[in-house]
């Protein structure tokens, strides 16, 4: 990486708020129902993807319980926080190519900001269990049809709020 490369990213990472203090929770809660499908709040207890309990400071690959990692992820020297997720969350491939997350990002940062919001409460230890994950999922988990997020548009995050209405 360059010199102004460097600079770059250090005034970026100097500038950029926390996110998550900025987010909505309860807007955040209601955009969690989209990942519900594949992220468990519960400690261990993984989906398809990994549980998220106690994700903040965690070594991105780094759940034991989860053996499904893509080897770029583990070693990606990623510790998730807000920055980090907020990265991911816009476009997991250009932050980790080759991961295996089959999702193209969600590019509204009030979207990202609320999600943070909630998943930075949701996933503290000792956070009381989300019950809109089990079975309150309207159509998600209800019967209705899993959204495919291969087949969202990059940058349209209107298609993941029809995806929760």
Request: some cysteine.
């Amino acid at each position: 990486m360059s010199r102004h490369g460097i600079i770059a990213l250090a005034t970026i990472a100097l500038l950029s708020p926390a996110l998550a203090q900025n987010g909505d929770a309860s807007r955040g809660q209601q955009d969690f129902r989209a990942c519900a499908p594949w992220h468990s709040l519960e400690p261990d207890r993984n989906m398809t993807g990994p549980s998220l309990a106690n994700l903040w400071g965690r070594k991105a690959g780094g759940l034991s319980s989860f053996d499904r990692y893509s080897d770029a992820l583990k070693s990606s020297g990623i510790i998730w926080d807000d920055r980090a997720l907020d990265g991911w969350l816009t476009d997991p491939e250009r932050m980790v190519p080759d991961n295996e997350m089959p999702f193209q990002g969600i590019k509204d940062g009030r979207v990202r900001a609320d999600l943070l919001a909630f998943l930075e409460g949701a996933t503290k230890p000792g956070a009381p269990q989300q019950t809109s994950q089990q079975g309150g999922m309207g159509g998600m988990m209800g019967g209705g049809p899993d959204p495919n997020l291969k087949k969202l548009e990059p940058g349209n995050s209107g298609q993941i709020h029809q995806l929760l209405s």
